[in-house]
């Protein structure tokens, strides 16, 4: 073969995904956007993955690549490959630093792509940079959370805002957006405590050490929803933010039509719809964990709410008890599988969506126009629901028993939010500002 010949005109990124369904999803966007747009891809992931990146994304000009996911490591059985299979979040770290033993794996198959225009890997996997960095190839991170959270943490982080007080329940004011007060704990574990240090806290730390040799950092939201906060990033930081998204907006794949004819819950909502019942749409991400106490409370505020609901639970729904779902079969549904969640929300009937605030779920939401009651849990999550209550205000709070740190919501709150937000004052305000905001996107 001549050189001409084996030489690819279209340029070549490489894209790698953390192993977690947050954060593949959006990447696995973009990947649709970039191969509309022209692009030849490569692909990276791992045996237990390869499924369902499989059944996302198809064509000739993507090749997907496993590499061999860590053994051996303490916590985590054989075969999961994924954080929502983990049998325990506290495994996250354990899980995420795991991750750095697939480099000499990752280096040998980049060795062998010709041509390679950039990288595009998550944030999680920081030492890609390092790898980007030998074979003189230019960086893109991606860390899948909004420009409003990137910029509080540094701003917390560099004007020292973390340590000021004993308490983690003493609010503060963030020193370049004097308009938002927080406290210690609308952070996650290590940036909750005073002093934050420790693995976890290095780990981060070499996360932020990697973007600043990355070329920039691709945000999955528009400048539209959130251009104070995009400015004031680009202004301050070394790696460039670009707005790529909302990333759910991109053309999903082809076999999803068939499955939402298929679905149960696809006609209930289409039954809804027929009788002109407004449907609120429970459902929490990929990973999050909730207590079968907390899982009653849920259960028994929306009975006591009198609202329609569609409730995707990740447990088996027995906590719930034998006679829930009989008790609420007129008004609701409980749905134990995965679910095209984009789908769901995009459905004229869906009205609300009791949602943990992960980062997807809000665009998504803001994207289908369907206000959003916040119930934060993990993660940046408490971030994302001050900005969509305070920020955008596109959504209602649920009030927490014993203020910030403690996340446990009883039924009388689940059930009084929840009324406001489907049928008061309140909710009507939220609905018609969510469609504003998503103006720029539709
Ligand atoms: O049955 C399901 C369940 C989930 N999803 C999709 O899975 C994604 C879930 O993402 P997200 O809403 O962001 O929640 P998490 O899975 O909790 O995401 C993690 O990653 C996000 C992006 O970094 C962070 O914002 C969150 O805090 C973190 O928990 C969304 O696209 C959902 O549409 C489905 O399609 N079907």
Redesign the pocket.
Same mark, same amino acid.
């Not at 609300?352 to 980062?359: E, I, K, P, R, T």
């Given at each position: 073969m001549s050189l001409l010949s084996s030489y690819n005109p279209k340029p070549h990124v490489v894209l790698f995904p953390f192993m977690?369904?947050?954060?593949t999803?959006?990447l696995l966007q973009l990947a649709r956007l970039l191969l509309c747009r022209g692009c030849a891809l490569t692909l990276f992931t791992t045996p237990e993955n390869r499924p369902y990146i499989v059944q996302s994304l198809s064509g000739d000009d993507i090749t997907i690549i496993d590499l061999p996911f860590p053994g051996n490591i303490p916590g985590i059985p054989p075969g999961i490959e994924s954080?929502?299979k983990l049998p325990s979040m506290s495994l996250f770290f354990s899980f995420a630093r795991a991750t750095k033993l697939m480099q000499p794996y990752f280096e040998g198959a980049l060795q062998k792509i010709p041509h390679v225009t950039c990288i595009v890997s998550d944030l999680f996997l920081h030492w890609t940079v390092e790898s980007a960095i030998k074979f003189g190839v230019q960086q893109l991170g991606f860390?899948?959370?909004s420009n409003y959270?990137n910029s509080i943490n540094r701003d917390a982080v560099i004007n020292g805002l973390l340590s000021l007080h004993e308490s983690a329940d003493e609010p503060f004011t963030l020193s370049s957006f004097p308009w938002i007060k927080l406290t210690r704990n609308d952070f996650d574990y290590p940036f909750n405590q005073r002093h934050p240090s420790g693995p976890l806290f290095d780990f981060i730390m070499e996360m932020g050490i990697a973007l600043s040799k990355s070329y920039g950092l691709l945000v999955?939201s528009f400048y539209e929803l959130e251009p104070l906060y995009v400015e004031y990033w680009n202004r301050e930081s070394k790696a460039k933010a670009f707005c790529v998204g909302p990333l759910?907006m991109a053309r999903p794949p082809k076999m999803e039509p068939v499955l939402h004819q298929e679905c149960r819950w696809i006609k209930w909502l289409d039954q809804k719809l027929a009788k002109k019942k407004p449907v609120l749409y429970v459902?929490?991400?990929?990973?999050?964990e909730i207590s079968s106490t907390q899982l009653t409370e849920i259960a028994r505020g929306l009975e006591e709410s009198k609202v329609s609901f569609l409730w %995707?639970v990740?447990k088996s729904g027995r906590e719930l008890g034998d006679e829930f779902e009989d008790r609420i079969k007129e008004r609701g549904i409980i +749905?134990k599988?995965? %679910?095209?969640?984009?789908r769901i929300?995009e459905h004229e009937i869906v009205q609300g969506f009791l949602?943990?605030?992960?980062?997807?779920? +809000?665009?998504?939401s803001i994207s289908a126009e369907v206000p959003i009651l916040a119930w934060?849990?993990?993660?940046?999550?408490p971030l994302?629901a001050k900005m969509v209550v305070e920020e955008i205000k596109i959504g209602l709070r649920v009030e927490t028993v014993n203020g910030s740190g403690n996340k446990f919501v009883q039924a009388e709150s689940f059930k009084n939010k929840v009324k406001e937000l489907m049928e008061g004052e309140k909710g009507e305000e939220v609905r018609k500002k969510v469609k504003q905001v998503a103006g720029p996107v539709l």
């Amino acid at each position: 073969m001549s050189l001409l010949s084996s030489y690819n005109p279209k340029p070549h990124v490489v894209l790698f995904p953390f192993m977690s369904k947050g954060h593949t999803i959006p990447l696995l966007q973009l990947a649709r956007l970039l191969l509309c747009r022209g692009c030849a891809l490569t692909l990276f992931t791992t045996p237990e993955n390869r499924p369902y990146i499989v059944q996302s994304l198809s064509g000739d000009d993507i090749t997907i690549i496993d590499l061999p996911f860590p053994g051996n490591i303490p916590g985590i059985p054989p075969g999961i490959e994924s954080t929502d299979k983990l049998p325990s979040m506290s495994l996250f770290f354990s899980f995420a630093r795991a991750t750095k033993l697939m480099q000499p794996y990752f280096e040998g198959a980049l060795q062998k792509i010709p041509h390679v225009t950039c990288i595009v890997s998550d944030l999680f996997l920081h030492w890609t940079v390092e790898s980007a960095i030998k074979f003189g190839v230019q960086q893109l991170g991606f860390d899948g959370m909004s420009n409003y959270v990137n910029s509080i943490n540094r701003d917390a982080v560099i004007n020292g805002l973390l340590s000021l007080h004993e308490s983690a329940d003493e609010p503060f004011t963030l020193s370049s957006f004097p308009w938002i007060k927080l406290t210690r704990n609308d952070f996650d574990y290590p940036f909750n405590q005073r002093h934050p240090s420790g693995p976890l806290f290095d780990f981060i730390m070499e996360m932020g050490i990697a973007l600043s040799k990355s070329y920039g950092l691709l945000v999955n939201s528009f400048y539209e929803l959130e251009p104070l906060y995009v400015e004031y990033w680009n202004r301050e930081s070394k790696a460039k933010a670009f707005c790529v998204g909302p990333l759910c907006m991109a053309r999903p794949p082809k076999m999803e039509p068939v499955l939402h004819q298929e679905c149960r819950w696809i006609k209930w909502l289409d039954q809804k719809l027929a009788k002109k019942k407004p449907v609120l749409y429970v459902a929490f991400g990929s990973q999050a964990e909730i207590s079968s106490t907390q899982l009653t409370e849920i259960a028994r505020g929306l009975e006591e709410s009198k609202v329609s609901f569609l409730w %995707v639970v990740r447990k088996s729904g027995r906590e719930l008890g034998d006679e829930f779902e009989d008790r609420i079969k007129e008004r609701g549904i409980i +749905v134990k599988e995965w %679910v095209d969640q984009k789908r769901i929300l995009e459905h004229e009937i869906v009205q609300g969506f009791l949602s943990h605030c992960g980062w997807n779920s +809000v665009l998504e939401s803001i994207s289908a126009e369907v206000p959003i009651l916040a119930w934060p849990m993990m993660a940046e999550q408490p971030l994302n629901a001050k900005m969509v209550v305070e920020e955008i205000k596109i959504g209602l709070r649920v009030e927490t028993v014993n203020g910030s740190g403690n996340k446990f919501v009883q039924a009388e709150s689940f059930k009084n939010k929840v009324k406001e937000l489907m049928e008061g004052e309140k909710g009507e305000e939220v609905r018609k500002k969510v469609k504003q905001v998503a103006g720029p996107v539709l």
